[in-house]
């Protein structure tokens, strides 16, 4: 079954310092994985598309690497912003058909 | 260039009633996909439209259809609600391109009492 799973489901930081969020999959054939910002009652916002060929991509402050080996991806956020505080979703792109398997996200909490 | 917007932004309904919610993509895009998501989880597919037809589909009762119109707007419609089809519904457009990105609306807010 294809599935999408992120840890943690939550974390707390304080303004400044740096995080990784996980996200591993299970989900057969790849085509390529994003990763999603969403603040609370907004729409999710595109950070990075990656492809299977491509181990790392950059937007600003947040660098997301790809391991299609082991079917695992991680978001960096670095120098955490108040404004970083949002949810981190993790999303595959099965080749079938574009569709699209989401991930559960995790709630990053940045305190001053 | 405005993006994707969304009508209403919040709506209360009863349970049985029907809903309909309209999405405009952003300029330029001819796919529109729908998700629910509920509270503390992630976007879950309902369906996507391309050409005026339903070409994906996530699993979701027929209580959910929609359409969408030659100008690339869509609507999503839920027939005999449900306490539990309460939930943010989000509407995303996007080239019809494999590594297109989604661009979502802020959504409409359902609730159902």
Known sequence: ?112 | DAGVTQSPTHLIKTRGQQVTLRCSPKSGHDTVSWYQQALGQGPQFIFQYYEEEERQRGNFPDRFSGHQFPNYSSELNVNALLLGDSALYLCASSLDRERSPLHFGNGTRLTVT
């Not at chain 1, 591993?24 to 609370?40: E, G």
Request: proline residues 4%; charged residues 15%.
């Open chain 1, 1 to 112: 079954k294809n599935q999408v799973e992120q840890s943690p489901q939550s974390l707390i930081i304080l303004e400044g310092k740096n995080c990784t969020l996980q996200c591993n999959y299970t989900v057969s054939p790849f085509s390529n994985l994003r990763w999603y910002k969403q603040d609370t009652g907004r729409g999710p916002v595109s950070l990075t598309i990656m492809t299977f060929s491509e181990n790392t991509k950059s937007n600003g402050r947040y660098t997301a690497t790809l391991d299609a080996d082991t079917k695992q991806s991680s978001l960096h956020i670095t120098a955490s912003q108040l404004s970083d505080s949002a949810s981190y979703i993790c999303v595959v792109s099965a080749d079938s058909n574009y569709q699209l398997i989401w991930g559960a996200g995790t709630k990053l909490i940045i305190k001053p």
